[in-house]
């Protein structure tokens, strides 16, 4: 892959602390609705770079770009057709470079996500595949098999599409036959690579090149467990009733972690501050970590904490859990409350069930939102007080919940491979409104195009304008409770030395009580009643009006203590 260097003069963002990583506010910029800045329906980084001193103010550390790759959209960009460009409508390489530079400007680094697993069908290579037929150099990128059967009609193996359906799709040869399939975990419009073959290797060597070059801090991972299959291509087991699919012979193998030493070490030639995020769903704690250790991935999405439901018990076991994986590695952990793929975390809140599945996003099932908006505030401070890095997805400073969005105006793939079944995660992806009291809610100028899904008409209140105006808001809570966590030696990273950082507090069965050391508390009220609060001399934030010495319901608050 040929490319021109670009080595951007040094700035302020990228010569700060190399272990910047390790306590991180990082906020997710989903492209496609964050901000339209041209008008056409869609966002773009002209729209992120006219509403950055939202997040300078907001108070993040880093900026993760979701993917703003050239793609047909099949997977809201993660179908990549073209590894080392930014989509047209999104504003292309030179609108990047203008927002890694004001990004910087602002002391805020700028982490990109990288789709190694697959790419689109689109993509240069997967098209020469298709055209060379079998047995040729270029299939071997890819996962090509012959399928079974007298005439090859059947797939392969029996393995599961994670969006339903077959994970393999037969293609028509260049003689008009019926020929070859391939394989594709996710949509058919994803073909996995093969990350046996060097060449794959080498490839995606250059595009983490291409982007360091150019400034970026650092790559956010996706399917990060995913890369390594069994070349046997085995059928999997079949679940037990309401059991988990078997991955085996495609998630969480040994041989991924070679890549991620490799690509480490390409990192730590541009110096000690470039990072790695991986995402993975891994059931066990322990094979989780083994992605951490200290010449491998930087860090990794915690889905167990943002799976937990809102129930003081589960959510003291994943953080015990979640500690006691990352200490033998070393590594910081990971809090996050939502993100592009899951339902937002107002509306998990507000529900019943207050937990979150793939396999049962609860659509439909009756939310309260004024609990689950008090819930969230509550569950922002407890994220930010625990030792390690946490995350905010756009809008979630804002209060947004999911929204039900028409099914005429649904996109994400899901829905379709589902048959309907499962709505899939546009509910969560809505375009931002920032001002004004009607749709667009200046996402873009009120005479331009439609947004591209449609925003609730009772948006106005959520604005960031409105929201800005209002000291009570969620959006001044976050403020708050972020400018804190950054001047508190107390919070955010754990002491490079070892060990957590916290310990717990006693407290009554339906209440979560920690310190950081050496003198700051959180305590959270999950139960029905208000709790009394430890002996403190003073209140660094609280999530909701406190009643004397009292924590209500549903309420979490930083305190500082006395310490002898």
């Given at each position: 892959?040929?490319?021109?260097?670009?080595?951007?003069?040094?700035?302020?963002?990228?010569?700060?602390?190399?272990?910047?990583?390790?306590?991180?506010?990082?906020?997710?910029?989903?492209?496609?609705?964050?901000?339209?800045?041209?008008?056409?329906?869609?966002?773009?980084?002209?729209?992120?770079?006219?509403?950055?001193?939202?997040?300078?103010?907001?108070?993040?550390?880093?900026?993760?770009?979701?993917?703003?790759?050239?793609?047909?959209?099949?997977?809201?960009?993660?179908?990549?057709?073209?590894?080392?460009?930014?989509?047209?409508?999104?504003?292309?390489?030179?609108?990047?470079?203008?927002?890694?530079?004001?990004?910087?400007?602002?002391?805020?680094?700028?982490?990109?996500?990288?789709?190694?697993?697959?790419?689109?069908?689109?993509?240069?290579?997967?098209?020469?595949?298709?055209?060379?037929?079998?047995?040729?150099?270029?299939?071997?990128?890819?996962?090509?098999?012959?399928g079974r059967g007298a005439d090859g009609?059947?797939?392969?193996?029996?393995?599961?599409?994670?969006?339903?359906?077959?994970?393999?799709?037969?293609?028509?040869?260049?003689?008009?036959?019926?020929?070859?399939?391939?394989?594709?975990?996710?949509?058919?419009?994803?073909?996995?690579?093969?990350?046996?073959?060097?060449?794959?290797?080498?490839?995606?060597?250059?595009?983490?090149?291409?982007?360091?070059?150019?400034?970026?801090?650092?790559?956010?991972?996706?399917?990060?467990?995913?890369?390594?299959?069994?070349?046997?291509?085995?059928?999997?087991?079949?679940?037990?009733?309401?059991?988990?699919?078997?991955?085996?012979?495609?998630?969480?193998?040994?041989?991924?972690?070679?890549?991620?030493?490799?690509?480490?070490?390409?990192?730590?030639?541009?110096?000690?501050?470039?990072?790695?995020?991986?995402?993975?769903?891994?059931?066990?704690?322990?094979?989780?970590?083994?992605?951490?250790?200290?010449?491998?991935?930087?860090?990794?999405?915690?889905?167990?904490?943002?799976?937990?439901?809102?129930?003081?018990?589960?959510?003291?076991?994943?953080?015990?859990?979640?500690?006691?994986?990352?200490?033998?590695?070393?590594?910081?952990?990971?809090?996050?409350?939502?993100?592009?793929?899951?339902?937002?975390?107002?509306?998990?809140?507000?529900?019943?069930?207050?937990?979150?599945?793939?396999?049962?996003?609860?659509?439909?099932?009756?939310?309260?939102?004024?609990?689950?908006?008090?819930?969230?505030?509550?569950?922002?401070?407890?994220?930010?007080?625990?030792?390690?890095?946490?995350?905010?997805?756009?809008?979630?400073?804002?209060?947004?919940?999911?929204?039900d969005v028409p099914e005429e105006w649904?996109?994400?793939?899901?829905?379709?491979?589902?048959?309907?079944?499962?709505?899939?995660?546009?509910?969560?992806?809505?375009?931002?409104?920032?001002?004004?009291?009607?749709?667009?809610?200046?996402?873009?100028?009120?005479?331009?195009?439609?947004?591209?899904?449609?925003?609730?008409?009772?948006?106005?209140?959520?604005?960031?304008?409105?929201?800005?105006?209002?000291?009570?808001?969620?959006?001044?809570?976050?403020?708050?409770?972020?400018?804190?966590?950054?001047?508190?030696?107390?919070?955010?990273?754990?002491?490079?030395?070892?060990?957590?950082?916290?310990?717990?507090?006693?407290?009554?069965?339906?209440?979560?009580?920690?310190?950081?050391?050496?003198?700051?508390?959180?305590?959270?009220?999950?139960?029905?009643?208000?709790?009394?609060?430890?002996?403190?001399?003073?209140?660094?934030?609280?999530?909701?009006?406190?009643?004397?010495?009292?924590?209500p319901p549903d309420t979490a608050v930083?305190?500082?203590?006395?310490?002898?």
């Amino acid at each position: 892959m040929a490319h021109t260097l670009h080595l951007p003069a040094q700035d302020p963002a990228s010569s700060a602390d190399p272990a910047w990583w390790r306590g991180a506010a990082i906020y997710q910029v989903y492209p496609r609705s964050f901000a339209d800045g041209d008008g056409d329906g869609i966002g773009d980084l002209a729209g992120v770079l006219r509403e950055i001193d939202h997040l300078a103010a907001l108070g993040v550390d880093a900026l993760w770009m979701s993917p703003w790759y050239p793609s047909p959209l099949a997977d809201g960009g993660y179908d990549v057709s073209d590894y080392t460009d930014v989509a047209p409508v999104y504003g292309g390489l030179d609108q990047a470079k203008r927002l890694v530079e004001a990004a910087h400007a602002r002391g805020i680094r700028v982490i990109i996500d990288i789709v190694p697993n697959h790419c689109s069908s689109e993509h240069a290579w997967f098209r020469a595949a298709l055209a060379a037929g079998p047995g040729t150099p270029e299939r071997e990128m890819f996962w090509f098999r012959p399928g079974r059967g007298a005439d090859g009609s059947l797939p392969p193996n029996n393995w599961r599409s994670r969006f339903g359906g077959p994970a393999w799709t037969r293609v028509t040869e260049a003689d008009g036959e019926p020929g070859e399939w391939y394989l594709h975990l996710y949509s058919a419009e994803q073909p996995d690579l093969n990350w046996e073959h060097p060449r794959v290797r080498a490839e995606f060597d250059d595009v983490l090149r291409f982007w360091f070059d150019r400034g970026v801090d650092g790559f956010r991972v996706d399917v990060a467990d995913g890369l390594v299959k069994d070349p046997d291509l085995p059928d999997a087991r079949e679940p037990e009733e309401g059991g988990a699919p078997d991955e085996r012979a495609f998630s969480d193998r040994d041989g991924v972690h070679e890549i991620y030493r490799r690509w480490r070490a390409i990192a730590e030639s541009y110096g000690p501050d470039r990072v790695f995020v991986g995402e993975m769903w891994l059931p066990d704690p322990e094979r989780f970590a083994r992605y951490l250790r200290p010449d491998e991935l930087h860090s990794a999405f915690n889905f167990d904490f943002l799976s937990c439901p809102w129930e003081p018990a589960a959510l003291r076991g994943v953080i015990d859990r979640t500690l006691a994986a990352h200490a033998p590695v070393g590594a910081p952990a990971t809090w996050v409350l939502s993100n592009h793929d899951v339902t937002r975390h107002v509306t998990r809140y507000g529900r019943a069930d207050t937990g979150f599945s793939f396999a049962d996003r609860q659509y439909g099932a009756p939310s309260d939102p004024e609990l689950g908006t008090r819930r969230a505030r509550a569950a922002a401070l407890l994220a930010m007080a625990l030792p390690g890095g946490v995350y905010v997805y756009q809008g979630e400073e804002l209060g947004l919940g999911e929204v039900d969005v028409p099914e005429e105006w649904i996109d994400d793939p899901v829905f379709a491979r589902s048959g309907g079944a499962d709505r899939g995660r546009d509910g969560c992806r809505v375009p931002l409104p920032w001002s004004g009291e009607r749709a667009p809610f200046g996402f873009g100028p009120e005479d331009g195009a439609r947004p591209w899904l449609p925003q609730p008409d009772g948006w106005a209140a959520h604005t960031a304008r409105a929201q800005a105006a209002d000291p009570a808001s969620m959006l001044n809570l976050y403020r708050r409770a972020l400018t804190v966590r950054r001047a508190e030696p107390a919070l955010g990273s754990p002491p490079a030395g070892g060990g957590s950082g916290m310990r717990w507090l006693e407290s009554g069965p339906e209440v979560l009580a920690f310190v950081r050391k050496p003198d700051v508390a959180c305590v959270v009220n999950l139960g029905s009643e208000a709790a009394e609060l430890p002996a403190h001399v003073e209140v660094l934030v609280a999530s909701g009006p406190l009643e004397g010495d009292r924590l209500p319901p549903d309420t979490a608050v930083w305190l500082r203590l006395l310490v002898r």
